[in-house]
């Protein structure tokens, strides 16, 4: 069955460093999605990304976020300076269509320690 | 805004023991609802769901049914194995994009 992969596993990084984590969604799939969790909390909305820009982001997307889809078969999110609170499992997500009815298929995640 | 609430965990239960994780939402519209699970070293894959009042979601032997007058959406299962250790989280939208609002999650473990 095809799956969403995503690379780096596990980051690790200096604060104030920019990070780029990517994701290869499924290939016929058109909607894009970031989600994160912070350990303990809940799993949280970022961005979603459609005809290469964005649908919908949260409060949390701020300016120091930026996602692209360069090639037309990766996804990334940038994160450009990195801040303690951004140590998360950041979750790419992909569907083929949007709607209630419209399954998300997610990646393993990205662990992502800032230090 | 919309939001799920999940009863605290973590939760331990023997093998074939009965399973049942509550939760609970709020949300402006009609939500579609929707159980994920997340088993180790894996990422979220969707369990079950149901889109409107008294459907019944079910796969693997798990099971919730749309409950619009309690709010509710609570996962059960009969007699659970230890294959089952995992987390699961509730969720729903609003249907207008497929963006959605998560529980905490919930970690179950399974002894045998």
């Known amino acids: 069955e095809p799956e969403v992969t995503q690379t780096p596993s596990h980051q690790v990084t200096q604060m104030g460093q920019e990070v780029i984590l990517r994701c290869v969604p499924i290939?016929?799939?058109?909607?894009f999605y970031w989600y994160r969790q912070i350990l303990g909390q809940k799993v949280e909305f970022l961005v979603s990304?459609?005809?290469?820009?964005?649908?919908?982001k949260s409060e949390i997307f701020d300016d120091q976020f930026s996602v692209e889809r360069p090639d037309g078969s990766n996804f990334t999110l940038k994160i450009r300076s990195t801040k303690l609170e951004d140590s998360a499992m950041y979750f790419c997500?992909?569907?083929?269509?949007?709607?209630?009815?419209?399954?998300?298929?997610f990646g393993n995640g990205t662990r992502l320690t800032v230090t | 805004g919309d939001s799920v609430t999940q009863m605290e965990g973590p939760v331990t239960l023997s093998e074939e023991a009965f399973l049942t994780i509550n939760c609970t939402y709020t949300?402006?519209?009609?939500?579609?609802l929707f159980w994920y699970v997340q088993y180790p070293g894996e990422g979220l894959q969707l369990l079950l769901k149901?889109?409107?009042?008294?459907d019944k979601g079910s796969n693997k032997g798990f099971e919730a049914t749309y409950r619009k007058e309690t709010t509710s959406f609570h996962l059960e299962k009969g007699s659970v194995q230890v294959s089952d250790s995992a987390v699961y989280f509730c969720?729903?939208?609003?249907?207008?994009?497929?963006?959605?609002?998560f529980g905490k999650g919930i970690t179950l473990s399974v002894r045998p």
């Open positions: 997500a992909s569907s083929d269509r949007t709607g209630g009815n419209s399954p998300l298929h």
């Open positions: 290939s016929n799939h058109l909607y």
């Open positions: 990304f459609y005809n290469n820009e964005i649908s919908e």
């Open positions: 949300a402006t519209g009609y939500p579609s």
């Open positions: 149901a889109t409107k009042a008294d």
């Open positions: 969720a729903l939208n609003t249907g207008a994009n497929s963006k959605l609002t």
